[in-house]
DNA sequence: ATGTCAATTTTAAATTGA
């Protein structure tokens, strides 16, 4: 079984390179972030028509997560993080799908480092944790998928220099990232290429960043003990970035036994 | 700050959030 992450930066915008990917790649279950579209206004009749279902949480203008599965309705389990009941951003949807637990998540960016929003990206990451520990107690395979905005360590970026201010880099943000993952999750990319210098996931639209594979690493899949025993690999989709139309990231996937 | 992009409003040019 394969499930696959997906930043889409914009549903509307990406619709027929998604849809293509999706005819070609055929995952099993897809968790989609950045919809940028109001729940109403969802294109989910084209995603119906190649025989998927979901579970969607719009909000107009940005944010927006979805989770969708081949011949099968992902049954809703949570939308939104709990822990803070005036947060409104749309950055956290989980389901129950093909025997497993399911999150798609959006994770704050946080730039400019210093404001608000950054104090946002901590707390929303220390609510995220909190949650992510109740979910291992179940004892359960579970996949938390999604775009981070952590980049993990050093060698998961084109230059630590370059980014040295940017809010995916900071230690507090990896902090927050190594106190969530040491609780017992497997970051499945990174497990099945442990030497790959450029592991990346996002290329910015600016300054040739995608020709000269000047990368992040954003995306990822991390596996709760039971779902880490069935993992047989992991893998980027890199061709989707270098189509006409792309979203800065590309699809990031996991196969399970 | 940007060799950029999407959505939205202040609607055809500026603002927000990547």
Same mark, same amino acid.
């Given at each position: 079984?394969?499930? !696959?992450?997906?930043?889409?930066?914009?549903?509307?915008?990406?619709?027929?390179?998604?849809?293509? =990917?999706?005819?070609?790649?055929?995952?099993?279950?897809?968790?989609?972030?950045?919809?940028?579209?109001? !729940?109403?206004?969802?294109?989910?009749?084209?995603?119906?028509?190649?025989?998927?279902?979901?579970?969607?949480?719009?909000?107009?203008?940005?944010?927006?997560?979805?989770?969708?599965?081949? #011949?099968?309705?992902?049954?809703?389990?949570?939308?939104?993080?709990?822990?803070?009941?005036?947060?409104?951003?749309?950055?956290?949807?989980?389901?129950?799908?093909? #025997?497993?637990?399911?999150?798609?998540?959006?994770?704050?960016?946080?730039?400019?480092? #210093? !404001?608000?929003?950054?104090?946002?990206?901590?707390?929303?990451?220390?609510?995220?944790?909190?949650?992510?520990?109740?979910?291992?107690?179940?004892?359960?395979?579970?996949?938390?998928?999604?775009?981070?905005?952590?980049?993990?360590?050093?060698?998961?970026?084109?230059?630590?220099?370059?980014?040295?201010?940017?809010?995916?880099?900071?230690?507090?943000?990896?902090?927050?990232?190594?106190?969530?993952?040491?609780?017992?999750?497997?970051?499945?990319?990174?497990?099945?290429?442990?030497?790959?210098?450029?592991?990346?996931?996002?290329?910015?639209?600016?300054?040739?960043? =995608?020709?000269?594979?000047?990368?992040?690493?954003?995306?990822?899949?991390?596996?709760?003990?039971?779902?880490?025993?069935?993992?047989?690999?992991?893998?980027?989709?890199?061709?989707?970035?270098?189509?006409?139309?792309?979203?800065?990231?590309?699809? !990031?996937?996991?196969?399970?036994?």
């Amino acid at each position: 079984m394969k499930l !696959t992450t997906y930043n889409l930066n914009g549903i509307r915008a990406r619709l027929p390179r998604f849809l293509e =990917w999706l005819e070609r790649e055929r995952p099993d279950i897809v968790c989609l972030q950045e919809l940028k579209c109001a !729940t109403e206004l969802l294109p989910t009749a084209d995603v119906e028509a190649l025989g998927y279902q979901g579970v969607w949480h719009g909000q107009k203008g940005f944010n927006g997560v979805a989770i969708l599965a081949r #011949g099968e309705q992902p049954q809703l389990r949570r939308e939104g993080l709990p822990g803070d009941p005036d947060d409104t951003h749309s950055r956290y949807i989980e389901a129950e799908v093909a #025997g497993l637990i399911v999150a798609s998540i959006y994770l704050p960016n946080g730039n400019p480092v #210093g !404001t608000e929003k950054f104090d946002y990206k901590i707390r929303w990451m220390e609510r995220l944790r909190e949650h992510s520990d109740t979910l291992l107690r179940e004892e359960r395979p579970v996949v938390l998928a999604g775009d981070w905005n952590v980049v993990p360590e050093d060698r998961d970026v084109f230059s630590i220099g370059a980014t040295a201010h940017d809010a995916v880099t900071q230690p507090a943000t990896r902090d927050q990232w190594r106190r969530l993952a040491n609780g017992g999750w497997t970051d499945a990319l990174r497990a099945f290429h442990p030497e790959d210098p450029k592991l990346y996931t996002f290329w910015d639209y600016t300054a040739g960043c =995608w020709q000269r594979d000047l990368g992040f690493r954003l995306d990822h899949l991390l596996c709760s003990p039971e779902a880490a025993d069935r993992l047989r690999g992991a893998g980027v989709d890199r061709w989707a970035r270098g189509e006409e139309k792309a979203s800065d990231h590309a699809p !990031t996937w996991i196969e399970l036994a």
